[in-house]
């Protein structure tokens, strides 16, 4: 079964460093996202992605958060100047269509530890 | 917005018992339901879903759940629990217009052998 990949599994950086989290969605899908889940929190939407452009994104998303397909696989999510309350597991998900009824696949996370 | 939620975070049972998770949505409009799991080091998967029909929907390892729209409700269930069932389950949502998922906290089941 095709998967969401993501890369690293977890990533330790400092405070105030920025951090690219990447993701290799399925390969026929369209619509690509990311969501994170503070420890012992939900899972939070943060931001969903078509045709080189974000849809939408939640009030968590701000100028401190990108996204970015640098090319035909990979998606990204880049953190600049880390804070401490950004330490999260990172969930990317992508879905065939935007239609609320296509599934959303998942990857397995990435874990950011801001020290 | 919708809010989703998961009660009794943790849950511990014995093989063969019975589980059953509950999961209650706040959103009166038209609603997509899903369970997702994660087992432990693994993606979150999808166990199943509730688009229209048939409240009641089976999904993948012999788990199924009920929509019961009066209760805005959507539990999970499975008969005999088995070790391989360890894992966290998601409830989720998302509505008409709007293909964000909200998740619930999640359930961390753990099953003895």
């Known amino acids: 079964e095709p998967e969401v990949t993501q890369t690293p599994s977890h990533q330790v950086t400092q405070m105030g460093q920025e951090v690219i989290l990447r993701c290799v969605p399925i390969?026929?899908?369209?619509?690509f996202y990311w969501y994170r889940q503070i420890l012992g929190q939900k899972v939070e939407f943060l931001v969903s992605?078509?045709?080189?452009?974000?849809?939408?994104k939640s009030e968590i998303f701000d100028d401190q958060f990108s996204v970015e397909r640098p090319d035909g696989s990979n998606f990204t999510l880049k953190i600049r100047s880390t804070k401490l309350e950004d330490s999260a597991m990172y969930f990317c998900?992508?879905?065939?269509?935007?239609?609320?009824?296509?599934?959303?696949?998942f990857g397995a996370g990435t874990r950011l530890s801001v020290l | 917005a919708q809010s989703v939620s998961q009660h009794n975070h943790h849950v511990i049972l014995s093989e063969a018992a019975s589980l059953e998770l509950g999961c209650n949505y706040s959103?009166?409009?038209?609603?997509?339901l899903f369970w997702y799991v994660q087992y432990p080091g693994q993606h979150l998967q999808l166990l199943l879903k509730?688009?229209?029909?048939?409240?009641l929907v089976k999904g993948i390892k012999g788990f199924e759940a009920e929509f019961i729209k009066s209760k805005f409700s959507f539990n999970l269930r499975k008969p005999s629990v088995q070790w391989s069932d360890t894992a966290e389950y998601f409830c989720?949502?998302?509505?008409?217009?709007?293909?964000?998922?909200?998740f619930g906290k999640g359930n961390q089941v753990v099953v003895i052998p």
């Open positions: 959103y009166g409009g038209t609603v997509n």
């Open positions: 390969s026929n899908h369209l619509y």
């Open positions: 989720a949502v998302n509505s008409y217009g709007n293909n964000r998922l909200a």
């Open positions: 998900a992508s879905s065939e269509s935007e239609d609320r009824s296509n599934i959303q696949y």
């Open positions: 509730y688009f229209s029909g048939d409240p």
């Open positions: 992605f078509y045709n080189n452009e974000i849809s939408e």
